[in-house]
């Protein structure tokens, strides 16, 4: 019940990030300005720490599958990189477990550096064409402020969910 719970509240957030992305974008002039949820990223991330890493690379997998199914420019872009984050996650800041603040600092690192990851492979691909500065000034910071407060309410939420999930038999003696 506790494993179907952690995907429940995962499809809520995938759904939720399409429908921010859908409701926010913005224009100055001819310049459009991209903000991009990444909920279900953080999520993973944050799940990864508090959790053990197998649960945050199952579903991964399986809300990777089908983001690259739903959105589906590049099949197996998300699928890969929530996988890689995920992991790279569990290496780097897995110490951090009871510093919640390196936790979150770690989260919101990794969202910034997945939005790049992501642009670098369209831009490779040719399937965007991009300035640097436009990048970062239309899209990236956008991007990581949006996703800097849908993480305060996200990290707070997530570690209420873990902690209502987390019984005894969870839990080292």
Known sequence: MRAFSYFLF?????????????????HIGNKEIIFVPHLLLMYLLILTIYKKPSIA?????????TTDLYYGTIYGLN?????????????FFKV????HAMVFLG????????EIYTALIYGLLG???FSFMEFI?????????????????????????????????????
């Open 10 to 26: 995962g499809a809520v957030l995938f759904y939720i990030d399409s429908l921010i992305a859908l409701i926010i974008p913005m």
């Open 57 to 65: 690379i199952t579903l991964a997998i399986i809300f990777g599958l």
């Open 79 to 91: 699928t890969f990189g929530y996988v890689l984050f995920v992991v790279l996650m569990n290496y």
């Open 96 to 99: 951090y477990y009871r510093d």
């Open 107 to 114: 989260v919101w690192i990794f969202t910034i550096i997945f």
């Open 127 to 129: 399937l965007i064409q």
């Open 137 to 173: 000034l239309f899209r990236l910071v956008p991007t990581a402020l949006l996703n800097l407060i849908l993480l305060v309410i996200l990290f707070a939420v997530t570690r209420k969910l873990i902690k209502k999930l987390t019984s005894l038999i969870d839990t080292k003696a």
